[in-house]
T-cell receptor, first 115, second 113 residues
Framework: KAGVTQTPRYLIKTRGQQVTLSCSPI?????VSWYQQTPGQGLQFLFE???????NKGNFPGRFSGRQFSNSRSEMNVSTLELGDSALYLC??????????????FGPGTRLTVL | AQKITQTQPGMFVQEKEAVTLDCTYD???????LFWYKQPSSGEMIFLIY??????QNATEGRYSLNFQKARKSANLVISASQLGDSAMYFC??????????FGTGTSLTVIP
């Protein structure tokens, strides 16, 4: 079974631009979560989608948005990029959502650099 | 308050020795799950071990074991017989019912030959 895939793996943008990252979960998984990882802040939860609905949202500005499609693939969009948005963006999928032993399987991440 | 606290930014261990990575958590919910993930320099997060709050025994997975002390709200990861390939960042995480994953800030483990 194929793992979680994220595209692109690397991205360089300039301030003010917008970017869209894509995540394809493991086949059969319906929950997709997004995280931002930076050296200073660690792993921070962005949002979670389940069956095309946003279940949870972290404490990020409205410039960060996402969506999930009927095939469970998810996209994350960041508008008006700032230097501080440079980070590794990780996507994780799980079979269900909210379960206590809800193991999340992570993708390789997209490394975004904002110049 | 931090949901997950990892107080060791960096740890060193001699190859073949055991090492304990600390993790404490904060929750008022009696039901929760605790996880440990490994992140090599490649960036991908690898699931290591899971402990449920109602599990009576400490979780074990091969060379990994979780020292679960519920009253102290600690969930330390023990790696036995360290290998060079164990050098990585290690993250402790917690899941509350219907809620999101909370991650700690991580511990960087270096295995010395």
């Amino acid at each position: 079974k194929a793992g979680v895939t994220q595209t692109p793996r690397y991205l360089i943008k300039t301030r003010g631009q917008q970017v869209t990252l894509s995540c394809s979960p493991i086949s059969g998984h319906r929950s997709v979560s997004w995280y931002q990882q930076t050296p200073g802040q660690g792993l921070q939860f962005l949002f979670e989608y389940f069956s095309e609905t946003q279940r949870n949202k972290g404490n990020f500005p409205g410039r960060f948005s996402g969506r999930q499609f009927s095939n469970s693939r998810s996209e994350m969009n960041v508008s008006t990029l700032e230097l501080g948005d440079s980070a590794l963006y990780l996507c994780a999928s799980s079979l269900l959502a909210g379960g206590l032993n809800n193991e999340q399987f992570f993708g390789p991440g997209t490394r975004l650099t904002v110049l | 308050a931090q949901k997950i606290t990892q107080t060791q930014p960096g740890m060193f261990v001699q190859e073949k020795e055991a090492v304990t990575l600390d993790c404490t958590y904060d929750t008022s919910d009696p039901s929760y799950g605790l996880f440990w993930y490994k992140q090599p320099s490649s960036g991908e997060m690898i699931f290591l071990i899971y402990q449920g709050s109602y599990d009576q025994q400490n979780a074990t997975e091969g060379r990994y074991s979780l020292n679960f002390q519920k009253a102290r709200k600690s969930a330390n990861l023990v790696i036995s017989a360290s290998q060079l390939g164990d050098s990585a960042m290690y993250f402790c995480a917690m899941m509350e019912p219907g809620n999101q994953f909370y991650f700690g800030t991580g511990t960087s483990l270096t295995v010395i030959p």
